[in-house]
C-alpha cells in the first residue's frame, strides 16, 4: 500500500490497479482498496497472469462495496487479458471464460478453481 500512497493522496490518479499477486494478497489488496475508497479513486484489480490469478481477483472482486455506493452501482471491472498464453488457462480444470462480456465467479470451494496437475507437469520446465 505505501507504494500505492502518493498516487492516491495526490489524487494522480482516477483509477488505481494494484495486483492481487504482486502487493501483498487478499489482506493488503484490502488495504490499498480501503485507502482509495475514503479518497476517491475507484479500483480496477490487475490482473495478468494464470487462472489461478484471475480465480483469486474474481474472489476479491465479488468481496468489493460497489463504487461508488449507490441504487445502481458501477460493476467491478475485470482486466480479463485475451492475448494468445497457453499456460493462463491450461493449469485449471476448467477455464475461466468471459459470455457475453461477463465472467462467472468461480463457487466451488477456495478460491472456486480445480488445478489440472498434469498441465502443470507439462510444462514444468527442464531439470539440469
Known amino acids: 500500500r505505501y507504494g500505492m500512497w502518493p498516487a492516491i493522496e ?3 490518479v482516477d ?4 495486483d492481487l499477486c504482486g502487493c501483498g494478497g487478499f489482506s493488503e489488496m484490502a488495504k490499498i ?3 482509495a475508497t475514503l479518497h476517491g479513486v475507484r479500483i480496477v484489480p490487475h490482473v495478468w497472469g494464470t487462472g489461478v490469478h484471475i480465480a483469486a481477483a474474481l474472489q476479491f472482486m465479488a468481496a468489493m462495496t460497489p463504487d461508488p455506493v ?3 452501482p458501477i460493476e467491478p471491472i475485470l482486466e480479463f487479458d485475451r492475448t494468445e498464453n497457453p499456460f493462463r488457462q491450461a493449469v485449471l480444470k ?3 471464460e468471459a ?3 461477463v465472467v462467472a465467479i468461480p463457487d466451488a470451494p477456495g478460491l472456486g478453481i ?3 496437475r498434469d498441465a502443470l507437469a507439462r510444462f514444468k520446465m527442464p531439470e539440469t
Open 10 to 12: 495526490s489524487r494522480a
Open 15 to 18: 483509477i488505481l490497479q494494484p
Open 33 to 35: 482498496t480501503s485507502l
Open 70 to 72: 449507490r441504487v445502481n
Open 94 to 96: 476448467a477455464p475461466i
Open 99 to 101: 459470455v457475453d462480456g
Open 114 to 116: 480445480e488445478i489440472d
